[in-house]
């Protein structure tokens, strides 16, 4: 077997593209596009690339951007003084604090200065509050959350595969806040039955191996190996690591894609999707707030 593609690039352009049209209809109806500001403290180079092909995609679509580029040790009391003026500031929209965020700066708590209408990244206490007392797909689209963006891009694409995911096994190695626990979540609320794993799981190799779903967020390569797959399971590597220069997953794709059905490339498969959902978060925000403003 040679696993598909699973890049969720016809699912990503068609959501940009319907994403570009309602951000016309906002601007039309405002005089004013969608925007989203960005704080970022310090200049971490990783965060720099992610952020240039944020900046791209906003272009694309119609959503203005502002970057408040702040300096490694700026004290925190200003940085809460910026979070509360973009919070109060009708024509921001979305705001993101890009992480990490340099020592002793503490991102937990400076998040909790984003107002919840505007945490277009999902990561406040409040928006986090509301997506886990969904229990149900359904609920969540219902619901005023805010999905994190790569567990929305993570269970977008499974659903992309047709693949059943009620009752199936989902395993997700890797228990971050941002990406593998609001992942577990989400596909809970797919029905899928889930396994939550971290770097205190004993038998990894035995979970794995009974996995149909299997969602790879640890950040690291060589820990899970291709040969656990269960063959024909749906995977998704959410990882971004280099090895050699390369950017690659964390799973090794060549004996993964021997087994899997679906395998998502690295890059170009949760990455990409990831920047889409940003945008769908930032439009769908300021769409919310405007019918409020404006009734
Ligand atoms: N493509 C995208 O758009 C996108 C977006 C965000 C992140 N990422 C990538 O996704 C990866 C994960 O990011 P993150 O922010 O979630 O990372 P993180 O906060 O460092 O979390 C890593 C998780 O992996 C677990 N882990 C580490 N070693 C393990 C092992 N040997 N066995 C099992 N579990 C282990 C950790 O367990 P403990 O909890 O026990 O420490 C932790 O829960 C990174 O490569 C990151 O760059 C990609």
Same mark, same amino acid.
């Given at each position: ?6 890049? @969720? ?7 940009? =593209?319907?994403?570009?049209?309602? &951000? ?21 180079? @990783? ?31 200003? %940085? ?72 929305? =891009? ?24 941002? #990406? ?34 299997? %969602? ?5 390569? @060589? ?10 399971? #749906? ?17 090794? =794709? ?11 490339? #690295? ?17 769908? &925000? &300021? ?9």
């Amino acid at each position: 077997m040679t696993a598909q593609a699973l890049k @969720g690039k016809t699912l990503s352009d068609g959501l940009r =593209a319907e994403l570009h049209e309602r &951000a016309q209809s906002l601007t039309e109806e405002r005089g004013t596009p969608p925007q989203l500001a960005i704080i970022a403290i310090g200049g971490d180079p @990783g965060s720099q690339v992610y952020l240039r092909k944020k900046l791209e995609a906003c272009r694309e679509v119609g959503v203005e951007t502002t970057v408040e580029s702040l300096p490694a040790g700026i004290p925190e009391a200003k %940085v809460f003084r910026l979070m509360a003026k973009l919070g109060q500031d009708p024509d921001v929209d979305g705001i993101i604090l890009d992480q990490p965020v340099p020592e002793p700066l503490d991102a937990a708590r400076l998040l909790e200065a984003i107002p919840p209408e505007k945490d277009v990244e999902g990561v406040t206490p409040h928006n986090t509050g509301r997506l886990y007392l969904q229990k149900s797909w359904e609920g969540i689209r219902r619901s005023e959350a805010l999905v994190p963006c790569t567990a929305n =891009a993570i269970a977008h694409l499974v659903l992309e595969t047709k693949a059943e995911v009620a009752g199936r096994h989902a395993v997700v190695v890797g228990r971050s806040t941002i #990406v593998g626990r609001p992942t577990a979540h989400l596909l809970s609320c797919l029905d899928a039955t889930v396994t939550l794993c971290h770097s205190r799981s004993r038998h990894l190799d035995r979970v794995i191996a009974s996995a149909d779903i299997l %969602v790879c967020a640890l950040g690291k390569t @060589g820990v899970v190996q291709g040969s656990w797959i269960k063959p024909g399971a #749906v995977v998704v590597d959410a990882g971004v690591n280099t090895a050699d220069g390369a950017v690659v997953g964390d799973i090794d =794709a060549g004996p993964a894609s021997a087994r899997a059905s679906w395998l998502t490339p #690295v890059p170009g498969g949760v990455g990409p999707l990831t920047v889409t959902f940003l945008l769908f978060n930032t439009v769908l &925000a &300021a769409e919310r707030r405007t019918k409020k403003t404006l009734g």
